[in-house]
């Protein structure tokens, strides 16, 4: 700008002139402090603001606030800075976007409405060596919901040509924040317009894609993106063929997934380490432990050592089909090869021999954890109290929740969760609702499962009032009941002949949608069979089968059961023959509700001969079988008796 033009304007708009002292010629990105002043050389401007009022905002007097970094002016003028002297400063300042940047920055980017306003900004800010910036503003953009993908792709190809930008980066950004903000479908469409213009995405950029494809579980659109990187030539890097593999993986075809491997090598393309742990883990995953050894064998014959992760999903694989001895061996050998074990790995053979049952091998490798150096996790602990509790091993459980105190582990909401569903299962509702009280106290929210163990433990005691409003408090939260809460809650009603409440609480199930299950049912047809209302039960089983749910043998046993119950036994023997025709073989259940009906009809021969045939198909009887035949072997004496005398 020319010395006497300055001057002119100075003194039109009465402003003072100042020398400046020395300007650092950089200044940094994110600073709302102005810089130091040139000694001598620049020129800036300060308004008389005396009278309070700010001079009028011209295109000049804007740039030389910017170029003088005076943002504390622009912030006062910011109100009055039109979407114009906005767009003329920006397309000044296209050869210095860092300048730019500062400018908006201070400006205030959500005061710019205007979509081409903001599109030339971030076209400017897209030459910074640093992405971050650029992403940053297109994510605002596309939150603010001021203009469509499409407006906004557009106005970015207008503000590049006017300022002459030759690179098309700037929608790969864009793409890669669709991505980022799990747009799929504007990822697409933003695909397909770069493809219309002419533009070829970067590899990155379709990475990006493909990966957020894979998270949303949209392997359709993978595949057509892939084939479409394939139409443009756009070349796969090593990173693209491991996304590919994973969904293949993910997909359950594995041997696709090792063709992949020769396919990329053809390519010329070397499989990473990452590459073969992807399949490892997917053969480990669909339980083919050989097929991962054979994947192993190649990984190493072709130079690529294991790493911890690979001997992970082994032992991860292993510990799924009960292979534990093989786990642990795993787990040495990794060792042996100066491997360290991760805290997951630990866990996952924790939680294998909990499965089992098996305490003292899941203590020993928490031991082991720690003499390796390795910090036992809320996980590890979680682990070891759930078993601990299943086994009724209360006092166990608490010394291990005071050891995780110890250790600075903070219980979370699973670790309450646990504790609450075992002093539950025990009937220990006071201990249950002071944890319940804690977790709140300790900021962690209940959740679904904590209310229903609480309403279980409650429906055990025939507090049904009690279970009945804490339903009600849960609802009042926000939070949707699941089929295993309300599924609680109907069978403590029907255990304390509450059945209407059951049924009211069906119909809340079909208002709610929450689909009904044979477990549902099944205590419905039970609570009937109780009140001798055997019928309806019949008519239960019919509506299950109406509503396309599956009796299972249970529903078959508890008609049997109420029919012989009640002597009805051609019912009893019709409903045991229908079981039989749709698969279900009778178990000691049937043959016990069948005898103890036989006797109860003093029918002592049939009982009998029902018992070889129990006994005949492998079932042995129980102290029920044998009392029910007593009790009518005596009814039968005793009616001979009677009818002597």
Not at 186 to 212: Q, R, T
Not at 542 to 560: A, C, E, F, V
Not at 622 to 636: C, H, K, Q, R, W
Request: glycine residues 6%.
């Amino acid at each position: 700008m020319r010395t006497h033009k300055i001057s002119q304007t100075l003194e039109h708009l009465n402003l003072k002139t100042i020398i400046s002292t020395n300007q650092s010629k950089s200044c940094l990105l994110f600073s709302s402090t102005p810089q130091p002043r040139p000694t001598q050389q620049t020129q800036t401007f300060i308004p008389n603001t005396s009278g309070g009022n700010l001079p009028e905002i011209t295109s000049e007097l804007l740039n030389s606030y910017i170029h003088s970094s005076q943002w504390h002016f622009i912030k006062q003028h910011a109100p009055k800075i039109t979407r114009s002297l906005i767009a003329s400063a920006l397309l000044d300042l296209h050869k210095t976007p860092e300048l730019a940047f500062q400018f908006i920055n201070h400006l205030g980017f959500r005061r710019i409405r205007d979509i081409k306003t903001r599109c030339i900004a971030i076209a400017v800010i897209s030459r910074l060596s640093t992405s971050k910036p650029t992403l940053q503003l297109l994510k605002e953009t596309l939150n603010s919901g001021i203009a469509t993908i499409q407006v906004v792709f557009n106005e970015l190809a207008v503000a590049r040509d006017e300022l002459r930008i030759k690179s098309s980066t700037v929608f790969d950004f864009l793409l890669r924040v669709c991505c980022e903000l799990k747009r799929d479908v504007d990822a697409f469409k933003c695909f397909y317009m770069m493809k219309e213009k002419g533009f070829v995405p970067k590899i990155e950029s379709c990475n990006d894609m493909l990966s957020m494809f894979v998270k949303l579980n949209r392997p359709d659109k993978a595949w057509v993106l892939y084939a479409e990187m394939f139409r443009m030539r756009i070349k796969s890097s090593v990173y693209t063929f491991n996304i590919m593999i994973n969904l293949l993986c993910k997909e359950g075809k594995l041997q696709k997934a090792k063709d992949f491997l020769g396919f990329m090598e053809s390519l010329g393309i070397k499989p990473n380490i990452v590459t073969y742990n992807t399949i490892v883990h997917g053969y480990c995953l669909n339980g083919r432990i050989e097929g991962a050894r054979l994947v192993l064998n190649a990984m190493k014959s072709r130079g690529v050592q294991p790493d911890s992760y690979t001997y992970g999903s082994f032992v991860s694989g292993m510990c799924k089909e009960g292979r534990l001895e093989e786990a642990s061996r795993m787990l040495e050998q990794m060792k042996e090869n100066g491997l360290v074990p991760t805290a997951v790995t630990y866990n996952t053979l924790i939680d294998g021999y909990c499965n089992k049952g098996n305490l003292e091998m899941a203590f020993s490798f928490r031991d082991e954890m720690v003499k390796q150096g390795i910090m036992p996790t809320a996980s590890t602990y979680n682990l070891l109290i759930h078993e601990l509790l299943m086994e009724r091993k209360m006092v166990e459980a608490d010394v291990m929740l005071k050891e995780m105190g110890e250790k600075g582990i903070v219980p979370d909401s699973i670790t309450y969760n646990i504790l609450i569903n075992g002093y539950c299962r025990c009937g220990n509702a006071k201990k249950a609702f002071s944890l319940h009280d804690e977790m709140i106290h300790k900021g962690i929210q209940p959740t679904m499962l904590t209310y229903t163990s609480l309403i279980f433990v409650l429906s055990k005691q025939n507090r049904m009032i009690e279970a009945d409003q804490l339903f009600e408090n849960f609802l009042a939260k926000g939070m949707l009941p699941d089929i295993v809460m309300f599924n609680a809650l109907i069978d403590g009603h029907c255990a304390n002949g509450n059945i209407e409440r059951a049924f009211s609480l069906l119909k809340e199930m079909d208002r709610m949608k929450v689909h009904p299950d044979e477990v549902t049912y099944n205590t419905l047809m039970h609570g009937r069979c109780r009140q001798g209302k055997v019928e309806e039960a019949r008519r239960l089983l019919d509506q299950m089968k109406r509503r396309g749910i599956k009796p299972d043998h249970i529903s078959y046993n508890t008609l049997i059961s109420g029919y012989s119950k009640r002597g009805d036994m051609k019912d009893a023997f019709r409903v045991r023959d229908e079981m039989l025709s749709v698969g279900f073989n009778p178990t000691r259940l049937t043959y016990n509700a069948l005898i103890q009906g036989l006797c109860k009809n003093q029918e002592g021969d049939l009982a009998e001969e029902l018992l070889r045939e129990m006994v005949g198909k492998g079932i042995t009887p129980d102290d029920n079988t044998y009392f029910s035949l007593i009790e009518g072997i005596a009814s039968v004496d005793k009616a001979a008796e009677s009818s002597d005398s």
